[in-house]
């Protein structure tokens, strides 16, 4: 979730390439491509002068190309801005996926789905920094539009890591939930845990999402803010 602002991890190509055809829509941009260079150039300015004022010349002198590359390749601030999101989210649920158990307990698969997310999460120095320095360039991709595609990740990625326990209609449900859990201290310094406590991740899953996810209960929607609402 993280990278979808800053694109700062590494890129796991080959998990990302393992999952259903969705998985098209989330690989990280080639190596050595001119659009990973103006993603990283664009999250770079981006992080050192915030993005209402870096401009398209200064992610061309960044990536070390041309104005008009730059414009051959994507023809607006806002399409870059896109580009780099993209590219992001594909990377960090790359690198999310290739840290997931392919077997195992349920418990286990959701104690390493939020620990890894939230420390993955609390790595990148640069999505910190923007969150704290100008949270305007981190929050639209965390909430409504931005919010949807990180739920769609999370059905090409978590949910069929899920199915065997849960169905797949469960399982796309939880894989959201995941989603929001892992969001929510990020949004709200007042959520009531803290994932990157190993013992309250524990906790949360023994005693919150385990009963919830029983063969007769269906997950409740809670909100990225922290507010359960009705299924």
């Known amino acids: 979730m993280v990278a979808v602002v800053t694109g700062g991890h590494g890129h796991a190509a080959n998990a990302a390439t393992t999952r259903s055809s969705g998985t098209e829509l989330f690989r990280p941009l080639p190596e050595g491509s001119v659009e990973l260079a103006l993603a990283e150039a664009y999250g770079a300015c981006v992080e050192r002068w915030g993005r209402s004022k870096t401009t398209m010349g200064d992610v061309a002198r960044e990536a070390g190309v ?17 580009l780099h999101r993209r590219h992001g989210l594909a990377a960090f649920f790359a690198d999310l996926d290739a840290e997931l158990p392919d ?7 959701l ?21 704290v320095d100008d949270p305007g360039a981190v929050l639209p991709s965390l909430t409504f539009r931005g919010l949807d595609r990180i739920f769609a990740a999370c059905r090409v990625f978590i949910a069929p890591r899920l199915e065997a326990h849960l169905g797949p209609p469960a399982a796309i449900r ?3 939930w ?4 892992v969001l929510w201290p990020v949004l ?3 959520a009531p845990f803290d994932l990157t406590d190993p ?8 005693r919150r999402l385990l009963p919830a996810l029983s063969p007769h ?10 507010v359960q609402e009705e299924s």
């Open 199 to 206: 013992d309250q991740v524990r906790d949360l899953v023994e």
């Open 174 to 176: 939880t894989a959201e």
């Open 178 to 181: 995941l989603a929001r859990l």
């Open 66 to 82: 041309s104005r008009a590359t730059v414009y051959r390749i994507v023809p607006s601030k806002d399409a870059l801005h896109d």
């Open 103 to 109: 077997d195992g307990a349920l418990d286990e698969l």
């Open 188 to 190: 709200d310094e007042r």
């Open 217 to 226: 209960s269906t997950p409740p929607t809670t909100s990225a803010t922290g």
């Open 111 to 131: 104690v390493a789905a939020l620990s890894a997310a939230s420390r993955l999460i609390g790595e990148d120095e640069g999505f910190q920094r923007l969150l």
